[in-house]
Each structure stands twice: as C-alpha cells, then as structure tokens.
C-alpha cells in the first residue's frame, strides 16, 4: 500500500514562504502523476500544482507565478515551495500521486497539512 506523508504546513504572515514535503513510501517516479491539491470547508478540492513522469508541470491559475512544485527522486519526495503568500491561500494541503493500470487509475492521497495565511 503506497504511503504519502505531508509536512511543512503551519501559520505564515501574507508575503511569506512555505516549503511543503511529500514523502512516498516507494519510488515518486512508478507513478505517472504526482500533485498538490488544497480544500478549505465547504469547498471542492481543487488543484494547486501537478508534476508528470517526464518532468513537465501544471500550476493552478490562481497560484502561477508563486507556487513552484519540484521532486527529489533519491529522496521520494515532491516539494512545494510557496511564496508571496495570501490568505487565500489557506488551507489543507493534500499530496497526491496517480498511478495507471491496464484496469485503470488508481489514486493515493496523503493525511493532508494545514497552511494558514494570516497576520
């Protein structure tokens, strides 16, 4: 069973940064898709930023420009390093990691960390 492990989250001044951790339990590059995605109550999940098997990488429109998702595959870990950051951006921040089979996706999520943006 994949593991994925959150960390990094915690109370931030608006301008600030963050880095956020996500450690999988085996080789970040078996899946097809690893991304971070953000909630807060009442809302849907939506996407923050996605990193594909071949490097590229997709960003959410609301955090292009500030957000930068990278990985460390020696290490199993995708990052998130958050900058400028506002108190919309407040929220839990889920890791997620998609994987494809001849059956179909399957998708694993981490426990979640909360940032909170505030002064």
């Known amino acids: 069973q994949v593991q994925l492990v959150e960390s990094g989250g915690g109370l931030v001044q608006p301008g600030g940064s963050l880095r956020l951790s996500c450690v999988a339990s085996?080789?970040?590059?078996?899946?097809?898709?690893m991304a971070w995605y953000r909630q807060t109550p009442g809302k849907e999940r939506e996407l923050v930023a996605s990193?594909?098997?071949?490097?590229?990488?997709k960003y959410g429109d609301s955090v292009k420009g500030r957000f930068t998702i990278s990985r460390e595959g020696a290490k199993n870990t995708v990052y998130l390093q958050m900058n400028s950051l506002k108190p919309g951006d407040t929220a839990v921040y889920y890791c997620?990691?998609?994987?494809?089979?001849?059956?179909?996706?399957?998708?694993?999520w981490g426990q979640g960390t909360q940032v909170t943006v505030s002064s």
């Open positions: 997620n990691a998609l994987e494809y089979y001849p059956s179909g996706p399957k998708e694993h």
């Open positions: 085996g080789s970040i590059l078996s899946f097809n898709t």
């Open positions: 990193i594909i098997v071949d490097g590229n990488t």
